[in-house]
């Protein structure tokens, strides 16, 4: 079975500033998906960013960026130039073919002006 | 267009009432999905949708009850609730279902879910 681990349930940062969540998981396959996405306090989950394991390039969204280790299994956001709108609960997930996504306990960020 | 729509937002509910939860996509996704969600707590998977045929339930009570009329419509219907149901209620969908093992990497995209409290 496939586990996601976020060791930090809570984090934050002053507005502008760069912060980097963390992520981990353990599996045994090769071609698998990871997901960030971000549930603020109006409950919607969105979709912050995706990640194909077979692409070796890191990728990126305007303001979010992935640091992808596939050998070390570490999958971390950096969110740059942090905006208020950012606070929120953030989830690394995880997914390979034929199976569920499977979320980490989840990041809560707090952007402090 | 990767909208979701949940319909109510919120709902109160006594323990002896039948309720319904409404999901609409319609960007053409064949996968649909329910999940339960506590507060500070990562999303729980409950029911998968794969081409209108449950494919999915993940052991939940018979009091949680899905329909999926059409592609782009799924429904949960609650009777006789526990006040431990109170939850948030999400509704998802994806391109295709993994399930499948179609090949298709799928997002999951989410609606805005229903707060749901049971007296």
């Known amino acids: 079975a496939q586990t996601v681990t976020q060791s930090q349930p809570e984090m934050s940062v002053q507005e502008a500033e760069t912060v980097t969540l963390s992520c981990t998981y353990d599996?045994?396959?090769?071609?698998?998906?990871l997901f960030w996405y971000k549930q603020p306090p109006s409950r919607q989950m969105i979709l912050v960013i995706r990640?194909?394991?077979?692409?070796?390039q890191n990728a990126t969204e305007n303001r979010f960026s992935v640091n992808f280790q596939k050998a070390a299994k570490s999958f971390s956001l950096k969110i740059s130039d942090s905006q208020l709108g950012d606070t929120a609960m953030y989830f690394c997930?995880?997914?390979?073919?034929?199976?569920?996504?499977?979320f980490g306990e989840g990041t809560q960020l707090t952007v402090n002006p | 267009d990767t909208e979701v729509t949940q319909t109510p937002k919120h709902l109160v509910m006594g323990m002896t009432n039948k309720k319904s939860l409404k999901c609409e996509q319609h960007?053409?996704?064949?996968?649909m999905y329910w999940y339960k969600q506590k507060a500070k707590k990562p999303p729980e998977l409950m029911f998968v949708?794969?081409?209108?045929?449950?494919?999915i339930n993940e052991s939940v009570p018979s009091r949680f009850s899905p329909e999926c009329p059409n592609s782009s419509l799924l429904n949960l219907h609650l009777h006789a609730l526990q006040p431990e149901d109170s939850a948030l209620y999400l509704c998802?969908?994806?391109?295709?279902?993994?399930?499948?093992?179609?090949?298709?990497?799928?997002?999951?995209?989410f609606g805005p879910g229903t707060r749901l409290l049971v007296l």
């Open positions: 998802a969908s994806s391109q295709d279902s993994l399930f499948w093992t179609s090949g298709l990497q799928e997002t999951q995209y």
């Open positions: 599996t045994s396959e090769n071609n698998y998906y």
């Open positions: 997930a995880f997914m390979k073919r034929g199976s569920r996504l499977t």
């Open positions: 949708y794969s081409y209108e045929k449950l494919s």
């Open positions: 960007m053409g996704h064949r996968a």
């Open positions: 990640q194909e394991a077979y692409k070796q």
